[in-house]
């Protein structure tokens, strides 16, 4: 018996819909069960809803799911710099497997980085998109503040990057705080 998470897009965000069912396509055909990108079981749809199931993150909660994530970490946890160290390590492997398979993430941030049988993950794969795709996406506070600056063969790398170096720097500080500035 296997627990997973479950998310449901009601179809009536059709913007949202087309955007994250292509990510997910895109996710799907490339990503097969890497270590620290969160594996993705069934994608369908009924009238109503676009839905995909994927592997569940320990929850803070017995009685209702409630995923653990870096950010919730940020509430109870002190991150010593090998703490931070080992996990921006698992972080930039699954940023790996991501582009070496010219994909972007483009919303890393805490909230989007989960614990899965004792494995730090990346979640959240409604934004991704080719590695080389120019488009805003993803979390103010993570996005670089040069975007436009950015060559577009670099593009989804760059921002991913920059997003992670700040949750490092986040986890160094030991205050989600910092990510506001």
């Known amino acids: 018996e296997q627990i997973v998470a479950l998310k449901l897009i009601p179809k009536k965000l059709f913007d949202k819909f087309k955007a994250e069912k292509e990510g997910l396509i895109a996710y799907r055909s490339k990503i097969k069960n890497f270590e620290h990108l969160v594996q993705i079981y069934h994608v369908g749809q009924t009238k109503d ?7 569940a993150a320990y929850s803070v909660s017995d009685e209702y799911y409630i995923p653990i994530t870096l950010s919730s970490l940020f509430e109870h946890c002190l991150f010593s710099p090998q703490d931070s160290a080992d996990i921006s390590l ?4 699954g940023l790996k497997q991501l582009h070496s398979n010219n994909l972007a993430h483009r919303d890393i941030k805490p909230e ?3 614990l899965v049988d ?3 993950k990346i979640c959240d794969v409604s ?4 590695k080389n795709t120019r488009s805003s996406a993803g979390t103010k506070y993570f996005m670089p503040q040069d ?3 950015i060559p577009e063969e ?5 921002c ?9 720097y986040a986890m160094l500080s030991n205050e989600e705080n910092i990510l506001m500035f």
Do not use: Q, R, S, W
């Open 147 to 149: 975007v436009d600056e």
């Open 154 to 158: 670099h593009f989804g790398i760059d």
């Open 49 to 55: 809803f676009f839905y995909y199931t994927m592997e």
């Open 160 to 168: 991913d990057l920059y997003a992670k170096k700040k949750v490092l």
């Open 118 to 120: 004792n494995k730090i």
């Open 127 to 130: 934004l991704i998109v080719g």
């Open 112 to 114: 989007n980085i989960i």
């Open 90 to 93: 698992d972080i930039l492997e």
